[in-house]
């Protein structure tokens, strides 16, 4: 079957930097994505990567290792209004994206 | 530019009715897709529709069905609502559904079902 596992909830400090892992096992591999979202409001785009490597987007950066079937998610500089949930999802072979359950992240000030 | 809009934001239903959700977006995106998101599972994907005047079924699409008449509207319908549909619903859509496609999502429908 297919799996996206990510951890249910991580507590990170206004100002610090968090690591929110992802690994998967798909029927075909066609890029990974990660997107946010708030409580009660849709899930918005941040990320996609489908090679190996570190994709840097302001204080958000995501890295690949296809052959481990592991990504990462950093956030950087955090903010308060960078809690949220944050969602994996990979693109299988018939290109429909598995979702991961998302990590909610809790700051703390 | 609105997006996608979805319509009602919520509501409440009892078992046995026939429901229909709407969903419209206006960046005449060619593929739409219909997912339900329930506390501690992830996104799952009910219809999906790659172009106007196809659909198809994803994971969960027992006891819904979708149709795609243009590009814009891609309404979801449960036939005879059930306690188990109970959940938020989100449409989406995307350019098309190459590999570095991204989906873009409508604000959802929470729907519950007595």
């Known amino acids: 079957g297919q799996n996206i596992d990510q951890p249910t909830e991580m507590t990170a400090t206004e100002g610090a930097i968090v690591q929110i892992n992802c690994t998967y096992q798909t029927s075909g591999f066609n890029g990974l994505f990660w997107y946010q979202q708030h409580a009660g409001e849709a899930p918005t785009f941040l990320s996609y990567?489908?090679l190996d490597g570190l994709e840097e987007k302001g204080r958000f950066s995501s890295f690949l290792s296809r052959s481990k079937g592991y990504s990462y998610l950093l956030l950087k500089e955090l903010q308060m209004k960078d809690s949220a949930s944050y969602l994996c999802?990979?693109?299988?072979?018939?290109?429909?994206?598995?979702w991961g359950a998302g990590t909610k992240l809790i700051i703390k000030p | 530019i609105a997006g996608i809009t979805q319509a009602p934001t919520s509501q409440i239903l009892a078992a046995g009715r026939r429901m229909t959700l709407r969903c419209t977006q206006d960046?005449?995106?060619?593929?739409m897709y219909w997912y339900r998101q329930d506390l501690g599972l992830g996104l799952r994907l009910i219809h999906y529709s790659n172009t106007a005047g196809t659909t198809g079924k994803g994971e969960v699409p027992d006891g819904y069905s979708v149709s795609r008449a243009n590009t814009d509207d891609f309404p979801l319908t449960l036939a005879s609502a059930v306690p188990s549909q109970t959940s938020v619903y989100f449409c989406?859509?995307?350019?098309?559904?190459?590999?570095?496609?991204?989906?873009?999502f409508g604000p959802g429908t929470r729907l519950t079902v007595l």
């Open positions: 960046m005449r995106h060619n593929a």
């Open positions: 999802a990979v693109k299988d072979s018939n290109y429909q994206l598995i």
């Open positions: 989406a859509s995307s350019d098309s559904v190459g590999s570095t496609d991204t989906q873009y």
């Open positions: 990567n489908v």
